[in-house]
């Protein structure tokens, strides 16, 4: 007995009468993954199988699009299957019938036109398109490679955390920028008075009382920029 896609049935020159292929499609068009049951001359049985659209599919794909993010579909299901999951979920940018090897093809025809892309994949096929990728994003319960090969692995199969991890990811960059910013602006000023160089101007000279407190003001309002992360609303 064999077992897989159309294109195992067709590979083998068996033949699907009309009935069961109107059967193929429908469940084709309903979403469904239709898996062939062959022996060596003839269709024994087709088995239609469905993965539930998870409740915040939708929402997740609208949060991402607010966030001028461009969403693209990549799944080793056929075309019609593609097209029924893409619709349901607000995608219009999306392939059907992917290999593995396609879907890193595709990230690398991506980064090629100068964009920066995100890889989300919870299996063993998306591991080589998750290497390639800029970030790359596993879901929890994926398989091992995956989590392996991501930069970031969420704590939850639920779509609707990956927009909010790019909210993080974006103000925590933002406050490094701070951080630095005032590091550099204040050592850039307090040096100089610390070391005296006001002195022959006008004779002033800091403390250093004065100076070590300031100093360490400086740490404590970096850690307090940082601590801010913990107020934002994702």
Known sequence: MFIGNRALVEGQGIAIDKSLND????????????????????????????DEIKENSVQAIKDLKALDVDV???????????TAVAKQV????????????????????????GRVVAMVGDGINDSEALAQADVSIAMAHGSDIAMDVAKITLTTSDLA?????????????????????????????????????LYSVNGFLLDPMIAGAAMAFSSVSVVLNSLRLKSIKL
């Open 23 to 50: 059967t193929i499609e429908l469940w084709q068009n309903e979403a469904q993954t239709v898996v062939f049951f062959t022996n060596e001359t003839e269709l024994i049985a087709i088995l239609g199988i469905a």
């Open 72 to 82: 693209y579909m990549l799944t080793g299901d056929n075309q019609n299957t593609a």
């Open 90 to 113: 607000g995608i219009s940018e999306y392939k059907g019938g992917v290999m593995p090897s396609d879907k890193s093809d595709f990230v690398k025809q991506l980064q090629s036109e």
């Open 161 to 197: 955390t990956i927009p909010k991890a790019l909210k993080l990811s974006s103000k925590t960059v933002k406050g490094i920028r701070q951080n630095l910013f005032w590091a550099f602006f204040y050592n850039v000023i307090s040096i100089p008075i610390a070391a005296g160089v």
